[in-house]
């Protein structure tokens, strides 16, 4: 799990700013139904991300390769782990305005 948090870190500003934002928008419209939109935001946003990060620190995945961890597998546990912390933020939210 350390390793990746460790490869979290290079997208965790951009990841947590939209799901910040996406929050916003839920607590600003005041409604749960929104929370359809903002995952359709956050799945796109971190898709690209994603392939920012391939395409422009390529050099990185040695690192995580020596340890054992191959792009994958990295994309897959990121990904998974920054929508369990999309969808906290998102209920807690949504648990504010009800």
Request: aromatic residues 26%; contains cysteine; glycine residues 4%.
């Given at each position: 799990?350390?390793?990746?948090?460790?490869?979290?870190?290079?997208?965790?500003?951009?990841?947590?700013?939209?799901?910040?934002?996406?929050?916003?928008?839920?607590?600003?419209?005041?409604?749960?139904?929104?929370?359809?939109?903002v995952f359709w935001m956050k799945v796109i946003t971190n898709t690209?991300?994603?392939?920012?990060?391939?395409?422009?620190?390529?050099?990185?995945?040695?690192?995580?390769?020596?340890?054992?961890?191959?792009?994958?597998?990295?994309?897959?546990?990121?990904?998974?782990?920054?929508?369990?912390?999309?969808?906290?933020?998102?209920?807690?939210?949504?648990?504010?305005?009800?």
């Amino acid at each position: 799990m350390r390793i990746v948090l460790t490869f979290y870190r290079n997208f965790l500003w951009p990841v947590l700013a939209i799901s910040l934002f996406g929050c916003w928008l839920i607590w600003i419209y005041g409604s749960w139904q929104y929370i359809v939109l903002v995952f359709w935001m956050k799945v796109i946003t971190n898709t690209l991300l994603g392939l920012f990060i391939h395409i422009f620190s390529p050099d990185q995945f040695y690192f995580f390769n020596n340890l054992g961890y191959n792009k994958i597998r990295l994309y897959v546990f990121t990904f998974f782990l920054d929508m369990v912390i999309w969808f906290l933020l998102s209920w807690l939210t949504i648990k504010i305005l009800l």
